[in-house]
């Protein structure tokens, strides 16, 4: 099963986090925020992924920090995943002035508070990013199936 990771940089220490809107891609025509992230490499854990990730697509190298959740996710048409999602860690302005995008890939960049989550992006993400804050919160790490908690973490 295929590997996804989500590195969370925010701009804030509370629930600002970073969105990104994608350049193209199929998949993409609706007009909604994802946050940095993509596939596991061969060889590669999630963490190195998650910085390798956050190089391509924004061109810095923050200190990514814990792991925050991770999210079961079926798919018919892609094939079931594990995303993972860490904490990208608090972007001081010095890194923020140092984000070149990936033009390919990445067409714009903003921080928005989590609770602008549900009009920025797809409901799934939304609640994957939702609960990862709630554990960043709380000092712990959340299981999830398709974005939402799985009976045994409610």
């Given at each position: ?57 924004l ?8 792991l ?22 608090v ?25 602008a ?11 994957r990013?939702e ?24």
């Open positions: 099963m295929p590997g996804r990771v989500r590195p969370c940089p925010a701009d804030r220490k509370t629930t600002e986090f970073i969105a990104v809107r994608a350049a193209r891609s199929a998949r993409r025509q609706l007009d909604y925020r994802e946050i940095p992230g993509g596939y596991v490499e061969t060889g590669e854990s999630p963490r190195q992924a998650s910085i390798r990730e956050v190089r391509e697509e061109g810095i190298e923050p200190e990514i920090g814990r925050l959740a991770v999210d079961w996710a079926p798919s018919p048409s892609e094939g079931d995943k594990v995303l993972y999602i860490f904490d990208g860690g972007l001081t302005p010095e890194l923020q002035g140092q984000i070149r995008l990936q033009s390919a890939e990445i067409r714009s960049h903003n921080f928005h508070p989590a609770s989550l549900a009009d920025l992006t797809i409901p799934r993400l939304a609640r990013v609960a990862a804050v709630q554990a960043r919160n709380a000092g712990d790490v959340v299981y999830l199936e398709h974005g939402k908690k799985a009976p045994h973490e409610v």
